[in-house]
């Protein structure tokens, strides 16, 4: 699967793919933000690839300018419940300070909080992450709880208030990208015909209102 929209592509995550996202994760500027900051071995990450390679989880590989920058989740989707947890890093840190994170989650909420219809998404943040607390709370999300023993905080963001508090960045982000969707799905990927077969009853006005392609 990937999503292209308002200038990235989110590519959803490869095996071929794993070793990658494995080196940026065991990479101390991206580990020292993480509540686990252990040595992430080769078998572990292929156990955890096979954990998430259905669709519960979706991760996805960050592409900006035909280059792979980061990456950015939406998993343990709870598709009865309508819930879900999110994340996000940049590896590239000639992006940290641009609008490829920005544009990047807002692409990943519009999909999945309009289009497939999921109504709350958690994030997990380390207390000392002054930089993330700044950036979720910018998207609509507010905090809820402390977690891992008073080591973060947890947030949640409810579908509505994303469509409040981030008009008038989608309405630029809109201005400045455009506002096509261009979805692509793999054929042969049990995850892929299975978002086939949801799309067939999205809502026709939110894929309007998206713009909307299948590929």
Do not use: C
């Amino acid at each position: 699967m990937k999503i292209t929209r308002y200038g990235v592509t989110l590519e959803r995550l490869l095996p071929e793919q794993s070793e990658m996202v494995r080196n940026w994760r065991n990479d101390r500027k991206i580990a020292q933000f993480m509540f686990y900051k252990g040595e992430i071995t080769a078998a572990m990450q292929q156990e955890w690839f096979k954990s998430i390679d259905n669709e519960q989880n979706f991760f996805f590989v960050i592409i900006y300018n035909s280059s792979p920058v980061g990456l950015i989740n939406i998993s343990s989707i709870d598709w009865e419940n309508k819930t879900a947890y999110s994340g996000l890093f940049i590896y590239e840190e000639k992006f940290w300070a641009t609008d490829v994170p920005v544009m990047a989650s807002l692409a990943m909420l519009d999909v999945f909080l309009l289009l497939f219809g999921i109504q709350t998404v958690f994030a997990k943040v380390k207390g000392d992450n002054k930089v993330a607390h700044k950036y979720n709370t910018s998207l609509g999300f507010s905090r809820t709880k402390k977690i891992e023993l008073g080591l973060g905080w947890e947030y949640a963001l409810q579908k509505e208030t994303y469509q409040r508090e981030t008009k008038n960045l989608r309405n630029a982000a809109i201005r400045l990208k455009g506002n096509d969707t261009f979805i692509e799905l793999l054929k042969g990927s049990p995850v892929d015909e299975w978002i086939a077969e949801g799309m067939k009853k999205a809502d026709r006005g939110v894929v309007e209102e998206l713009g909307v392609t299948m590929k």
